[in-house]
């Protein structure tokens, strides 16, 4: 193959790549829309857990997600200590549409997240902000 066979060849390559990409960032569009399920402070008021419900369209399912935050930082951390789906229908849907969960706090630096044991969990973090999160799955 020529220099000038390559230099054809890695031009096509470019524009290859690029149209890709600008196709795979078209489709990822913010549809998605959060709704608040609840919103809990702790005990000592310095921080609180929002559950809420994510729904991004119809070619996906609800989440159900937790995030924990200083008050009045509603939003501001989205799914930042748990996030679940129903696993193609395998755990209960509760009634906002995504996954059973279920959040307390214990103490004023520690949170109980229960959920369905049949859920896809694809965050799950041991800490956030400084508040200890302890997770239980319940069969249902």
Same mark, same amino acid.
């Given at each position: 193959?020529?220099? #000038? &066979?390559? /230099? =054809?060849?890695?031009?096509?390559m470019e524009r290859a790549i690029i149209a890709t990409t600008l196709a795979l960032l078209g489709g990822c569009s913010e549809t998605c829309s959060n709704t608040a399920v609840t919103t809990v402070n702790a005990p000592d008021?310095? &921080?609180q857990v929002e559950l809420f419900q994510r729904d991004c369209g119809a070619t996906t399912g609800f989440s159900t997600?937790?995030?924990? %935050?200083?008050? !009045?930082? +509603? !939003? /501001?951390? #989205? !799914?930042n200590a748990f996030v679940a789906d129903?696993? &193609? !229908? *395998? *755990? $209960? *849907?509760?009634?906002?549409g995504g996954p059973?969960?279920?959040v307390k706090w214990t103490s004023p630096?520690?949170?109980? $997240?229960?959920?369905? /044991?049949? %859920? #896809? $969990?694809?965050?799950? =973090? /041991? +800490? =956030?902000k400084g508040v200890? $999160?302890?997770?239980?799955? =319940?069969? &249902?």
């Open positions: 193959m020529t220099l #000038r &066979h390559w /230099a =054809v060849a890695i031009g096509h008021g310095k &921080h997600q937790v995030s924990i %935050s200083e008050p !009045g930082d +509603e !939003g /501001a951390a #989205r !799914g129903d696993n &193609h !229908g *395998a *755990a $209960v *849907a509760a009634a906002w059973w969960v279920n630096k520690a949170l109980l $997240v229960q959920f369905d /044991a049949k %859920s #896809r $969990v694809f965050k799950q =973090v /041991a +800490e =956030v200890r $999160v302890t997770y239980e799955p =319940v069969p &249902h």
